[in-house]
C-alpha cells in the first residue's frame, strides 16, 4: 500500500492542464474500441443479417441491364450494415448504464458533449471492417471493385453512422430502465428505413405514395451515391445528394444526442 | 490538475439542501434542508435505511443530481456553478460497477487515468500501481465479467482513486459483499484513508459498518439529518443499561429510587427487576450494586448492555434499523 501515498506527492502536483473537447472525444472513442481491439471477431455481430441477405438474396435477383446483379446489390449490404451497426449500439450504452461504468464516467471530468461524440465516432471503426470483409467476399464473384469510389463512399457513411449512432444512443438514454422500449423503437424503425431506401429491391416500379416516402428518407440518397461510387462512376449531383443526406442524418443526431447527454 | 493542491477550507460544505423528485404526480422530499460540514480528512458514513435519502445526497454532491434548492461546495466549488471542477477533485465509487463489464480492468484504470489529465505513462504506471495495491494482478487483464463480485469492487475502488482524489465517495460500498469481503473492504478502506489523507464519504445501512468505520456518523431519516457525532459519542449519550434482579418487588421499587439518584439517569421497574439507563452507567454499576448491598436491598443478579447505533436510531425515531429497512419508501424508488 505505500504506493497509495508514494505517487500522491506526484499526481496533486504533476501533469497537463484540463483536457479539451477533443482529447475528451478521443479518450472515450478508443476506450470503446479497446473490446474490438481485444475481440475484432466481435465485429461479425452486426453483419448477421447483412450476410445472410447476401449469401441468399443476392442470388434471387435478376441480371439488370447495366451490369450483374452484385454491383448493384453489394453498396446497399454495406449501407445497411452500417445502419445495423450503427443502430445497435445504442444497446452499448444501455448495458453500461445498467452496470454503473456510465455512471462513473458522469462524474468523470469528461464533458457531456464527448460522451456523446466519442461514442459515436467509434462507430467509423467496424464500418470500415464490415466494408472490408464484404468486399473481400463479394471481388471474387461478378463484382467489380473500384477502390477509390469505395473509399468516398466510406467517407460518405461514415457520416451516416456517426448520426444513426447518436440517435440511438439518445433513443438508450430515453428508454433508461425501460430496455424492451429500446429495441421496440429500434426494430420498429428500422425495417421501413431499410426498404423504403431501396436496399433490398428497387423503387422504380413503386406506387407514387410510395415512392414519395422513399423520397424523404436520407438513406435513399446515400444508397444511390453509394451505388454510383462502387461502379467508379462520378456523378457529381448524385454524390453530392449522398453527402447531403449523411451530413443531414449526422447533425440531427449529434443535435438530439448531446442534448440527450447534457441531460444525463 | 490546478485544483489538485490541497487548501484549507472544508472539503464538503451544504446549506439548506434540499432534493424533490416527482413520483406519480406528488413530490416526495428525498433530502431536507441539509446543512453539513465536513473537513478536509475526515472520514464520514452516512447511516440510514433504504430510501433515507443518503444515496440521493451523494449524486447532489457528485454533480449526478441537481439541487432543488440550497447550496452545496465540494472541495472549494459550487456543484451547480462548477460541476467540471467538482468531478475533477473527486473520486466516486457508485453502487454499480464503474468499469465496463466488455472491458478489461486495466484498460479501464488507464482510461480514467487520462479522463483526469494523466499523461499515457503516468496513467499506465498508476494502473499498475493500483492493481498491485488492491491485489488484482491476476484478473485486470481479463474482461471484467469474468471477475468475482469482490473483485469487482476492488476494482470499483481503483477506478475511483487513479487521480488521488481529495474527496472521495463511496455509495453503499458493501452492499451484495459476503461477510469475508465486506471485511476486507472496511479494512481497504481504513488503510487509504490512513495513507492518503482524502476525505472519504460513504453510505452505508449496515450499522456495523459506520461503527467500525467511520469516525463521524451522519444518521438520516426520512431525507432530515437526525444525528451528526461520533459513533461513541452517539451512544455514550444514550447510555449503558444495567438491568439488576432482587429477590422481591419491594426491594426492587427502594433500589430503583436509590438508583434515581444517579447522574442522568433513568429508571424503570418491571416486578423484580430494575432497568437503569445512564450515560457511562457501566462505570457506576459497581459502586451502585455495592451501595444497594450495604443498605440490604441484594442484587440478585446483573446485566449490562453497552448501546448499539441500532439503539442509537432507535431512540431517535422510535424504530430500529432493521425495521426500517425492511420498509420500501417511494424515495427508494425515485432515487
Known amino acids: 500500500m505505500t504506493t497509495l501515498t508514494a505517487t500522491a506527492s506526484t499526481t496533486q502536483v504533476a501533469d497537463v492542464p484540463p483536457s479539451g473537447f477533443l482529447a475528451d472525444t478521443w479518450n472515450v472513442m478508443t476506450r470503446e474500441l479497446k473490446p474490438l481491439w481485444r475481440e475484432p471477431a466481435s465485429v461479425l455481430f452486426a453483419m448477421v443479417q447483412p450476410l445472410v441477405f447476401l449469401g441468399l438474396f443476392a442470388p434471387l435477383l435478376p441480371s439488370t441491364p447495366g451490369g450483374s446483379a452484385l454491383q448493384w446489390f453489394v453498396p446497399g449490404i454495406v449501407a445497411m450494415t452500417c445502419l445495423m451497426g450503427a443502430s445497435f449500439t445504442g444497446a452499448n450504452l444501455s448495458d453500461e448504464m445498467i452496470s454503473g461504468s456510465h455512471e462513473r464516467m458522469l462524474v468523470s471530468p469528461l464533458s457531456r458533449s464527448s460522451l456523446l461524440v466519442g461514442r459515436a465516432c467509434k462507430e467509423i471503426v467496424p464500418l470500415m471492417m464490415q466494408t472490408a470483409i464484404i468486399l473481400v467476399v463479394v471481388t471474387p464473384f461478378s463484382f467489380d471493385l473500384h477502390l477509390g469510389g469505395v473509399l468516398v463512399g466510406v467517407a460518405m457513411l461514415a457520416l451516416f453512422s456517426i448520426g444513426v449512432g447518436s440517435l440511438s444512443f439518445a433513443l438508450a438514454l430515453v428508454a433508461e430502465g425501460q430496455e424492451w422500449l429500446f429495441w421496440t423503437v429500434q426494430q420498429t424503425l428500422i425495417f421501413p428505413v431499410l426498404l423504403l431506401a431501396g436496399i433490398l429491391l428497387p423503387l422504380d416500379g413503386a406506387p407514387g405514395w410510395l415512392r414519395f416516402l422513399s423520397d424523404l428518407n436520407p438513406l435513399t440518397y446515400v444508397v444511390d451515391a453509394q451505388r454510383e461510387l462502387f461502379s467508379g462512376m462520378w456523378n457529381l449531383d448524385v454524390i453530392a445528394a449522398g453527402f447531403a443526406g449523411g451530413a443531414l442524418v449526422a447533425a440531427f443526431g449529434v443535435w438530439v444526442g448531446v442534448r440527450g447527454m447534457r441531460r444525463a | ?335
Open chain 2, 1 to 335: 490538475m490546478t485544483t489538485h493542491h490541497i487548501d484549507q477550507g472544508p472539503a464538503i460544505v451544504t446549506r439548506g439542501l434540499t432534493r424533490h423528485f416527482t413520483v406519480r404526480k406528488e413530490i416526495v422530499e428525498a433530502v431536507r434542508s441539509l446543512d453539513l460540514t465536513i473537513d478536509q480528512g475526515e472520514l464520514v458514513a452516512f447511516l440510514g435505511p433504504n430510501g433515507a435519502g443518503k444515496s440521493t445526497t451523494l449524486r447532489m454532491l457528485t454533480t449526478l443530481l441537481t439541487p432543488t434548492s440550497g447550496t452545496a461546495t465540494v472541495a472549494g466549488h459550487d456543484v451547480a456553478a462548477d460541476p467540471r471542477a467538482v468531478r475533477r477533485a473527486i473520486g466516486y465509487v457508485g453502487q454499480g460497477n464503474g468499469a465496463g463489464h466488455q472491458q478489461r480492468g486495466r484498460d479501464e484504470l488507464i482510461s480514467q487515468g487520462r479522463a483526469h489529465g494523466l499523461s499515457r505513462q503516468h496513467a499506465r504506471d498508476r494502473a499498475a500501481e493500483l492493481i498491485a495495491d488492491l491485489d488484482l494482478e491476476a484478473v485486470a487483464d481479463r474482461k471484467v465479467t469474468s471477475l468475482s463480485g469482490g473483485q469487482r469492487r476492488r476494482l470499483d475502488i481503483a477506478m475511483g482513486l487513479v487521480h488521488l482524489p481529495r474527496v472521495l465517495f463511496l455509495d453503499e460500498p458493501s452492499t451484495g459483499l459476503d461477510p469475508q469481503n465486506r471485511a476486507n473492504l472496511q479494512e481497504l478502506v481504513r488503510r487509504l484513508h490512513q495513507q492518503t489523507g482524502s476525505t472519504i464519504v460513504l453510505t452505508t445501512h449496515y450499522l456495523e459498518e459506520a461503527d467500525a468505520l467511520a469516525e463521524r456518523v451522519v444518521v438520516i431519516d426520512h431525507g432530515r439529518m437526525i444525528a451528526d457525532d461520533s459513533a461513541t459519542r452517539l451512544k455514550d449519550r444514550l447510555g449503558d443499561r444495567v438491568q439488576l434482579r432482587f429477590d422481591s418487588e419491594q426491594r426492587a421499587t427502594h433500589a430503583a429510587e436509590r438508583a434515581a439518584g444517579l447522574p442522568g439517569a433513568s429508571v424503570h421497574r418491571a416486578g423484580t427487576s430494575v432497568e437503569v439507563r445512564a450515560p457511562g452507567a457501566h462505570e457506576q454499576a459497581p459502586a451502585l450494586i455495592a451501595d444497594l448491598q450495604t443498605s440490604g436491598l441484594t442484587v440478585t443478579g446483573v446485566e449490562i448492555t453497552r448501546p448499539t447505533l441500532d439503539d442509537v436510531f432507535l431512540d431517535l425515531t422510535g424504530r430500529s434499523l432493521r425495521e426500517a429497512n425492511q420498509q420500501t419508501t417511494p424515495e427508494g424508488a425515485a432515487a
